[in-house]
């Protein structure tokens, strides 16, 4: 799989409808009229900027510039550090623990990202990107930890912050 459009794809995922629809507004000198109305995903977007050749792999200037435009500092990062592969690749290390705590921590993921020290921002972002799914918003929370965190993402970390929230039985299986 192409990873700069896995990339593009995460981005999409990550777009509030507020957000898309700003970067319809930035883009409408560059798309047509009829064609940005018919646009409802980033992916579309992204489709018709490929198409056009606005965007691609070795000229992500635009994209930058929309993300920048958008204040989303953390895509622009994700978009410097080369792609999609990056935290794919990092996610092995860490799949067994995320299952273990997807499986066993409920709603109380909130507060076990925030001792984690993600930001309230980023959580709203995620919540908003899976409204009707706990388990995805939890797991795509502990990727977006590890993505901040890069090679200081340790295993450690999660199980510090687990007894924290006094959620010991998961700390318990995720040492195991």
């Not at 995460?10 to 898309?20: A, G, I, R, T």
């Amino acid at each position: 799989m192409d990873p700069f459009l896995t990339l593009l794809h995460s981005f999409s995922l990550s777009l509030s409808d507020s957000e898309l629809s700003s970067l319809k507004f930035l883009c409408r000198n560059k798309i047509g009229k009829r064609k940005l109305e018919a646009v409802q995903s980033g992916d579309e977007l992204f489709t018709i900027l490929l198409e056009q050749q606005d965007i691609a792999k070795d000229n992500l200037v635009f994209l930058e510039e929309l993300l920048k435009n958008l204040r989303r500092e953390d895509l622009v990062s994700r978009l410097k550090e080369g792609g999609g592969g990056a935290a794919e690749d990092q996610l092995d290390a860490h799949e067994k623990p995320f299952e273990v705590i997807c499986n066993n921590v409920g709603r109380n993921w909130k507060m076990l990202m925030r001792k984690l020290d993600l930001s309230e921002v980023q959580i709203d972002r995620i919540v908003e990107a899976y409204p009707r799914d706990l388990r995805e918003q939890l797991f795509q929370a502990l990727r977006e930890w590890q993505r901040c965190r890069g090679r200081e993402a340790k295993v450690t970390d999660l199980v510090k912050a687990l007894r924290d929230c006094d959620m010991n039985l998961v700390a318990d299986k995720v040492e195991q």
